[in-house]
């Protein structure tokens, strides 16, 4: 039978305590036509050294080390340096089933599919809590999705993607530290003629609540959101023309309001202003006024509803207009 050569990528930070587990797996897949491209994001633990002691004893391990520049940037470091046949991404903290490179391998032999979407597990302390299988269909386009902006989301561990594809559509993530992923499947689903589906559970997710690569990307501002719309509407542009283009541009338009919003209320105080900024250069003027009018009247019910919760200690007006508008009993 032939081989297909997968290039797994690891993204690795603060990942002493897991990531022996995860290569492990990996290996112990018994499958030889591999390539282990384990990144050391700037790991503060020894990470790195274990790395090295794995890539010592394996030849197919290769390990790159660098600054910290999180998640999305960090898989694309993997995707520069994947020489594979077909890519997938897995995270430190997981683990992979024993079978899953032999079942993958066949699948891909029989279908040449550009894409292969598997089933996982979903642990949490230690119980399996979820088994995520794929439906019935043997595949799917973005045409499924009622509202394909909205709905088009998830993870990219549970798929397998031809290297030639991505790099033909030059399909990356968004160096953004939040919807990296979402926005990888987004891409990868609507450049693709379809994504097969393999009715298999391969992927072990193992939920951590305190995941150091969560923390090593705790945001310090919302001005991911720009970076995001940005690639959305770029995707767009990339596969439609004309009234199919109009379709998709009315989603877009909605996700990007509503991402907008989520920014602002997010947003930290002393950069509220120029996150105003970068809002109005991205909406028409009709668009932007309706931000606004939406942000304040949001405000303004947001603190109506928080004097309705906490009456004492709040002024006399606050109590007229919640007793007249909204017709509240005050005890």
């Not at 899953?100 to 597990?121: R, S, T």
């Not at 973005?142 to 397998?160: E, L, S, T, V």
């Amino acid at each position: 039978m032939e081989s297909t050569k997968f290039s797994i990528i690891v993204p690795c930070y603060n990942s002493a305590e897991f990531v022996p587990r995860c290569l492990d797996s990996i290996l112990n897949t018994k499958y030889k036509n591999l390539e282990i491209i384990c990144i050391n994001d700037g790991s503060k633990d020894n990470t790195l050294e274990i790395l090295d002691k794995y890539a010592s004893k394996d030849s197919r391990i290769k390990v790159i080390n660098q600054q910290n520049k999180g998640i999305g940037a960090t898989r694309n470091v993997g995707l520069e340096n994947a020489c594979g046949d077909f890519i997938h991404f897995v995270d430190s903290d997981d683990t992979v089933e024993e079978q899953i490179y032999d079942e993958l391998n066949k699948f891909i032999i029989k279908h040449n599919p550009n894409v292969v979407h598997f089933g996982a597990n979903t642990y949490l302390n230690g119980k399996l809590i979820s088994r995520k299988s794929t439906d019935e269909r043997l595949f799917y386009t973005y045409k499924d999705y009622k509202n394909f902006i909205k709905d088009c989301r998830g993870a990219c561990w549970d798929k397998a993607c031809s290297l030639k594809f991505l790099k033909q559509n030059n399909i990356d993530f968004i160096c953004s530290n939040s919807g990296e992923d979402t926005h990888f499947t987004r891409a990868v689903v609507l450049l693709s003629p379809c994504v097969h589906l393999l009715h298999k559970n391969l992927y072990n997710y193992i939920i951590r609540p305190n995941s150091t690569m969560c923390v090593n990307t705790k945001l310090h501002n919302t001005f991911y959101v720009f970076e995001q719309t940005d690639y959305t509407q770029r995707l767009l542009k990339q596969k439609f023309q004309g009234k199919e283009l109009e379709k998709y541009n009315k989603q877009y338009n909605k996700y990007k309001m509503r991402l907008y919003y989520l920014g602002d209320k997010k947003c930290l105080p002393e950069l509220k202003k120029q996150y105003l900024q970068n809002c109005k250069k991205r909406l028409t003027s009709f668009e932007y006024l309706y931000f606004i009018l939406h942000k304040n009247i949001s405000y303004i019910l947001r603190n109506l509803f928080s004097v309705r919760r906490n009456v004492e200690g709040t002024s006399a007006w606050g109590v007229i207009l919640l007793g007249k508008y909204f017709k509240i009993s005050i005890k």
